[in-house]
Structures are given as C-alpha cells and as structure tokens.
C-alpha cells in the first residue's frame, strides 16, 4: 500500500514529499483534482499570450497612442515634431476647414445609404432563398461572389461599367432613353455611383447573414403565423423581421466598418490622390494631406477622428454582445 501511494505521491504535481495523500471511501485521494498553484498556471502560460500581446500592443495601440501624440503637434513633412509645444490646433483646423466638413459630410452620406440599402437588398435576397428555389447554392454564390473581390478590382470593374461612351451603365440608360452620364466626373453623380458599386459588392454578406437567422427561427412561428390568418407580408413584417435584430445589428457593424475602409476604391477610380470631386472622404483626405501635401500633424488628426468614428460604430456593438453573455 505504502508504495501505492509514494507513485501516487510523486504523480501529483505540487504535492511535497511531507504531503501523504488521504485515501478516500471511493478509493481515490484528497489531493485528486489539485490544480496547479496559480503563479504556475500563469507562467506556464506566458510563452502563449504574451508574444502576441506585444506585438499587437506595439504596433496597434502603441501606433494610435502616437499618432494621437503626433496630431497635437505640427509636424510638417519628415521633420522632427515639437512635443514641447502640445495643442488641438489640428482639431480646431479641420472643424474651420470646408474640405474637411464635406469629406466629413460624404463619410457620413456614404456610411448611413451604403448601409441601409445593403441591408433592405440582403433581407430581400435572403427572403427569396429562404423559400427554398431550385439551385439555391448556385444563386448564393452568385450573390456571396462580389464580396471576394477587392476593392481595387471592385473599381476598375465599375469605371469600366461607368464609362461614357462604351460602359454598361449608359447602355442601359441610353436605351431607356434616359440619356448618357458622367458618372464619374459628375460631383453630384460620383457618390451615388460608389454607394451603387458597393452595395453591389456587400449585399451579397447581408443576405448570408440573414439567410443563417431566418433559418435559425423554428418554422413553428411561421405556421402560427399562417394560422391566425396574417398574410405573407404582416408575418414577415411583425413576426419574422422582428427575431432577425440580432442579425441587422451585426450586418450593420461590419457594413458600416466595410464603408469606412472605402479609401482603396476612391482610390482606385482616379489612382490619385485627389478623388473626384464630391466623393472625398475622411480616408482620402487623411491620406493626401499625409502623403501629398506632407500635413503630417493634420492628417494624424483626422486619423484619430476616423479612429473614433469607428469606435463609435464597434463599442456599442461589443457592449451590446457583453449584456448577451456572448462576450
């Protein structure tokens, strides 16, 4: 017996050689289900966190803490900034700035339209496909498609779909005898067609997402709703809509994530840093004043204003998931 328990001794981790292990009525011992002393635990596992941590803590928050820094100062081209004199001019100058007003001003245009049609067109979809259509994958493919493409191919597509004398979109127009456009050059035309092109692009993602919560509500509920008597558009519209809340709300955030990383499809319109007129955004503007006209102070400012703005859009979303417990 006695060698028994000195195997039995020697196989638990953190036992001394004082410790004599208890049999129990079970034949086991008090010391089955020790856990490893917590400074053990932790240490062991240092070698799975911490690089990550640093890393990420580095070259994220570590950049926009100075990038934060760097818009208090004003660094002008590669100079060395003056951290001596720390103020929000940079702040102050673009609230004066009639540039950064309407780049505000399209961001939000281009935030709240993108959003809300790709979710009205992915709702739409998804209701169709839920009425389980023949190649149903085939059409969800079709849809999901747009979304792998990148944003810069995603625009030299649509210059193309765009262009005056040849494209598409004047084809179509031309022969509904609505005559031709300049889309692109047009400012009052140009936002319109980028909220165009990338509702086609996303309301593939919006449609997947309400796709999975359509299918995720018993069909109970819809047979409930056939029997007392609802047609198809009241049990949609204040039975099954209602239970998709969870789904908008996601679809929204990273919709609304996607349209403020537009920079690289403006971008590509023109392959400039001067976007055509009436489609300039905070990413575009932050980006020219850096590199093209070396504001570097000033566009570190606006960076931080994006960064908040998308703060703003993700907070609520993650505080909502931690009051749902799936946080």
């Known amino acids: 017996m006695k060698s028994i328990l000195r195997t039995v001794r020697s196989a638990v981790p953190g036992l001394s050689a004082d410790d004599e292990p ?18 053990r635990e932790f240490i062991g596992s240092l070698p799975f966190w911490l690089p990550p941590f640093l890393v990420v803590g580095l070259f994220v928050y570590g950049a926009i803490a100075w990038n934060a820094l760097i818009s208090l100062t004003d660094l002008r081209a590669f100079n060395d900034p003056n951290y001596g004199n720390l103020d929000l001019e940079m702040y102050t100058r673009a609230f004066g700035d009639p540039l950064f007003v309407a780049a505000l001003r399209n961001t939000f245009v281009l935030l709240i339209a993108f959003t809300a049609v790709c979710l009205v067109v992915g709702l739409v979809l998804a209701i169709l496909l839920d009425q389980h259509v023949r190649f ?3 059409f969800r493919t079709i849809y999901l498609l747009p979304m792998s ?3 810069v191919v995603t625009a030299q597509f649509w210059l193309w779909m765009y262009n005056f004398e040849n494209g598409m979109v004047n084809m179509i127009t031309s022969t509904l005898g609505l005559g031709k456009y300049h889309w692109i050059s047009n400012s009052k035309l140009v936002l319109g067609a980028v909220v165009f092109a990338l509702i086609w692009q996303f309301s593939g993602y919006a449609m997947v ?8 509500i018993p069909n109970e509920h819809f047979e409930a709703a056939r029997v007392d008597g609802a047609s198809t558009l009241k049990m949609y519209w204040r039975v099954i809509i209602p239970q998709l809340k969870g789904a908008t709300i996601s679809a929204t955030v990273v919709l609304m994530v996607f349209a403020l990383k537009a920079f690289d499809f403006i971008f590509s319109l023109n392959g400039s840093y001067y976007p055509p007129k009436g489609v300039d955004i905070l990413s575009t503007m932050m980006v020219r004043q850096a590199f093209a006209q070396n504001n ?3 566009a570190a400012a606006i960076g931080i204003m994006l960064f908040l703005l998308a703060l703003a859009i ?5 505080v909502y998931q931690y009051r749902r417990g799936e946080l």
Do not use: C, K, M
């Not at 020790?34 to 400074?39: A, D, F, M, Q």
């Not at 993700?314 to 993650?318: D, M, S």
């Open 22 to 39: 208890q049999l129990r009525a079970d034949g086991g011992t008090a010391t089955e289900g020790r856990s490893l002393p917590v400074s």
């Open 149 to 151: 493409l990148s944003f």
């Open 296 to 298: 570097r102070a000033y």
């Open 136 to 138: 149903e994958n085939t």
């Open 209 to 216: 997402v309400y796709l999975a919560g359509l299918r995720a």
């Open 314 to 318: 993700v907070a609520p979303y993650l």
